[in-house]
């Protein structure tokens, strides 16, 4: 078997774990290739993956729960942290303000699913 999956197999649980947080967090992590490779080998029963699947969205949940809390508690000052560093920084702030007012709350669940 390849090095690569090798290393998945031995410690595919707790790279999966770190790697999909990181990514949820932010870091330009593709996490996708990862995420393949963990149903490959729980297709072979290499890995249970009812645990990775589990896994996987526990530190997605997490890295959204953090970054909920900082936006609930510093609000506009993390958006322009953000919009800072983004691609846009012009129109960040002004866009996402604006699907705020206009959406609400509602705005927040459907973000994720949306690129940017």
Known sequence: MHSTLEFLVHNGYLVLLVWVFLEQAGLPLPSVPLLLAAGALGGMHRLNFGLALLLCTLAAVSADTIW??????????????????????????????GLFEKQGAKSLLLANFCPA
């Open 68 to 97: 909920y809390q900082l936006g609930k508690r510093k609000g506009i000052r993390i958006l322009h942290l953000l919009c800072r560093i983004s691609l846009e920084p012009d129109s960040c702030v002004r866009r996402t303000e």
